[in-house]
């Protein structure tokens, strides 16, 4: 379950945290919604790290009118469910893309366009916000998400590969 060495460690590790909710949840059943939250969370961090410069997303303070964004402002918020459909339309992800989906059939695209109710970004804001009436685990929740992260950071991984490395947490450092 664990996901490719190449992607950013940052990453990597909070799925890892998601991951190991999930096993504590063996000893102790309410952990299973933590790990999912944390899994959804792990899959936003990706989302925004390699679509963020390509979906449009809203300033994180209102700007009077006339007035320009300042070097120091924080960069625009992307709503997850912007980034989930981006997946889709525009990276061109199908279920067949998703080995999950490939391997025991059904599908997750409208989980991701908003055609399937709920929604992943429905559930991450139910999780977040305390939804009262979600309690049990959602199926193959935390499977879906590693796949879809594999998915967003293919041609990363892939060109990683190319160039001999094997790791993440081994790239050459950048001094200035």
Same mark, same amino acid.
């Given at each position: 379950?664990?996901?490719? %060495?190449?992607? %950013?460690?940052?990453?990597? !590790?909070?799925?890892?945290?998601?991951?190991?909710? @999930?096993?504590?949840?063996?000893? &102790?059943?309410?952990?299973? #919604?933590?790990?999912?939250?944390?899994?959804?969370?792990?899959?936003?961090?990706?989302? $925004?790290?390699?679509?963020?410069?390509?979906?449009?997303?809203?300033?994180?303070? #209102?700007?009077?009118?006339?007035?320009?964004?300042?070097?120091? &402002? #924080?960069?625009?918020?992307?709503?997850?469910?912007?980034? !989930?459909?981006?997946?889709?339309?525009?990276?061109?992800?199908?279920?067949? &893309?998703?080995?999950?989906?490939?391997?025991?059939?059904?599908?997750? *695209?409208?989980?991701?366009?908003?055609?399937?109710? =709920?929604?992943?970004?429905?559930?991450? $804001?139910?999780?977040?916000?305390?939804? =009262?009436?979600?309690?049990?685990?959602?199926?193959?929740?935390?499977?879906? *998400?590693? &796949?879809?992260?594999?998915?967003?950071?293919?041609?990363?991984? #892939?060109?990683?590969?190319?160039?001999?490395? *094997?790791? @993440?947490?081994?790239? %050459?450092? *950048?001094?200035?």
């Amino acid at each position: 379950m664990a996901l490719d %060495p190449l992607i %950013p460690s940052v990453v990597r !590790l909070k799925f890892q945290r998601a991951l190991k909710l @999930h096993y504590l949840a063996w000893i &102790d059943g309410d952990l299973i #919604k933590a790990g999912e939250l944390v899994a959804l969370t792990a899959l936003e961090l990706a989302l $925004n790290d390699r679509y963020g410069g390509q979906v449009a997303g809203r300033p994180k303070k #209102k700007l009077k009118s006339g007035q320009a964004p300042s070097l120091t &402002d #924080k960069p625009p918020q992307r709503s997850f469910a912007a980034l !989930l459909k981006h997946m889709v339309d525009g990276d061109g992800l199908t279920d067949a &893309d998703i080995p999950m989906i490939a391997r025991c059939g059904g599908t997750a *695209v409208g989980q991701l366009t908003g055609t399937t109710k =709920p929604t992943l970004a429905d559930r991450r $804001n139910g999780l977040a916000h305390g939804d =009262p009436f979600d309690g049990l685990p959602t199926s193959g929740l935390i499977e879906l *998400v590693r &796949d879809l992260i594999d998915f967003a950071y293919r041609d990363y991984t #892939k060109e990683g590969r190319a160039l001999g490395i *094997v790791s @993440h947490d081994t790239l %050459p450092s *950048v001094s200035g």
